[in-house]
């Protein structure tokens, strides 16, 4: 298995570019999220899924769009990036939305920077 | 948003010493798992605590439970260069559908050989 996939792993924009941050999982997980990580401020969850057709806005959603099609993927939209986008991504999934018992699994992250 | 006092914020120590590091939070919670991320990588989960009290370990980590449910502790003994990174604690909200995590802001650990 190879866990959590995110690609690219680098990504310069300019700003009011647009782009799509992949994430895939091939551990049959109902739970998708994304999380930016900026210095000093941990992970703030974005947007985050609990099963195919289902997102919801998580702390910090504004300037990013996702949807849900499949169980496995779970992609990240920058419609017009902006420079305070700048940060690393990760998405991170789970098996099970309604118990306790279902820790994140982390992908190794996007590095986005917008000029 | 709930939020996780973790501490201390960063710290130094000499290859060999013993670490303690700690998350609390005003808010109770039924789950406290604790993160490490390596330069450059995702963060990979360390430990699971699922019970107030448990006292997990996990080769030269052990973490606990707080039996107030309010806080965590990690401690690592003998430390050694490749223990360099960010510690994170992360926290559930116990309740129907509460699968959200709330993450600490880390400790970053740098091992002096």
């Known amino acids: 298995n190879a866990g959590v996939t995110q690609t690219p792993k680098f990504q310069v924009l300019k700003t009011g570019q647009s782009m799509t941050l992949q994430c895939a999982q091939d551990?049959?997980?109902?739970?998708m999220s994304w999380y930016r990580q900026d210095p000093g401020m941990g992970l703030r969850l974005i947007h985050y899924s609990v099963g195919a057709g289902i997102t919801d806005q998580g702390e910090v959603p504004n300037g990013y769009n996702v949807s849900r099609s499949t169980t496995e993927d779970f992609p990240l939209r920058l419609l017009s990036a902006a420079p305070s986008q700048t940060s690393v991504y990760f998405c991170?999934?789970?098996?099970?939305?309604?118990?306790?018992?279902?820790?994140?699994?982390f992908g190794n992250g996007t590095r986005l920077t917008v000029t | 948003g709930q939020q996780l006092n973790q501490s201390p914020q960063s710290m130094f120590i000499q290859e060999g010493e013993d670490v303690s590091m700690n998350c609390t939070s005003s808010?109770?919670?039924?789950?406290w798992l604790w993160y490490k991320q390596d330069p450059g990588e995702g963060p990979v989960l360390l430990i699971a605590l699922y019970k107030a009290g448990e006292l997990t370990s996990n080769g030269r980590l052990t973490a606990q439970f707080g039996t107030t449910r309010k806080d965590s502790f990690l401690n690592i003994s003998a430390s050694i260069p490749s223990d360099v990174g960010i510690y994170f604690c992360?926290?559930?909200?116990?309740?129907?559908?509460?699968?959200?995590?709330?993450f600490g802001k880390g400790t970053k650990l740098s091992v002096i050989p």
């Open positions: 808010s109770i919670f039924n789950t």
């Open positions: 551990m049959n997980h109902e739970y």
């Open positions: 992360a926290g559930r909200i116990s309740g129907a559908g509460s699968y959200q995590l709330t």
């Open positions: 991170a999934s789970s098996y099970s939305t309604g118990t306790a018992y279902s820790p994140l699994h």
